[in-house]
């Protein structure tokens, strides 16, 4: 099939990703994805028929990348489309599934596994079961909280009963659920814990990658959630050596919004670029485990790097978002340090850029390994320098609380050269070098 300018999507998976299953496009080398996405957790989590946690988008074959290759996706915008939502703190309930809440639900009446659902008026026992009509949510709130968006989506407040119940008559109008999604709307349960709550939108992509090397639940496509995985009793378990086939796609890191870019390993042929899991807001960690699951559309711009072999993403966030000390050396700041320079008769300053490594783990220490790691890997240098230059130039920042961060620093310019990426990193900082 000819490869497209422009791919649209508005087809999901069943919360599986499959590198043996259907890929949409293909779509052009420095071509674009449109996509209409569906909110990410909660309304994915009460529908059992759904089964990795998220309802992502099908992934996209992009017209040559090859496994071993990477592809750059440029983030060139995000439009929230909700008009309300609901979230929260979780809390499984046992009985109701094999080992796993997130993807393997079970009736605890009929005992159907991934059984469908139907809705039965409001509130946390909403979800019930077509074959038996039993109450089959496998989570409910500790906490939780309904939220509505101004016209512009830029601030949203939290509601009290009535109109988080009057949300929850109308959930897939209020939340914009898209039309080929099949997820039970999380207002439905009506959580009103806190009322008149102001926050700022900040909208970003807690899911956005490429296809692992073998079939993964969506939510567990990291190295945090994916520990579930290991010797999981259903059947989408697998060994620890197994979990090194992830592509760390559900990072939700708040970094990961309109303007940044994100570099994506190949591990399938075609890449398969899916995303989703919108969230309105979130600050870093996502420490109440879940934010504001919104739908929403998003254009991104695909292109292919060659023979770069990376195991895990590489983040280059908008200027504004890098931490103070990996932010671009300035023009005076170079000029203070030529004349430091020839003070202490330094013959040459390193010319730098900004480079964020993701790392993941079973926790933050496991996750800064794993990043530490990553970034010494693909620069061809030792896991010491980069401890200094992310300690002196940069920063470890928590994506995802308990095992998702972003090893951040200012890498010598000869470094990127040699792994063809000086260009994209000068190009995305080109406005404040200037």
Known sequence: MEAKQTVFVNEFTNGILDPNGEMLGPVQDGGYIVANTTPGCWGPMITPCIRGGHEVTKPVFVEGAEVGDAIAIKIKSIRVTSIATSSGNDKPIEGRFVGDPFVAVKCPEC?????????????????RCANCGADVTPFVFTNGYTMAFDSNKQVGITLHKEAAEHIAQQGRYYMATPDNSVQNPIVTFAPHDLVGTVARLRPFLGQLGTTPARPFPDSHNAGDFGQFLIDAPHEYGITKEQLEDRTDGHMDINRVREGAVLICPVKVRGGGVYLGDMHAMQGDGEIAGHTTDVAGIVTLQVKVIKGLTIDGPILLPVAE????????????????????AQTWGV??????????????GANLNEATENGLQRAAKVLGISVPEVMNRATITGAIEIGRHPGVVTVTFLCPVHYLDEIGLTTLVRDQYRDVLE
């Open 111 to 127: 005992g159907t596994m991934y059984p469908e659902t139907k809705i039965e008026g409001i509130g946390q026992e909403a979800i």
């Open 321 to 340: 978002d890098l931490p103070y000390l990996a932010k671009p050396i300035t023009k005076k700041e170079k000029e203070i340090a030529l004349d430091l």
């Open 347 to 360: 013959k040459k300053l390193e010319e730098s850029l900004p480079i964020s490594f993701i790392g993941t």
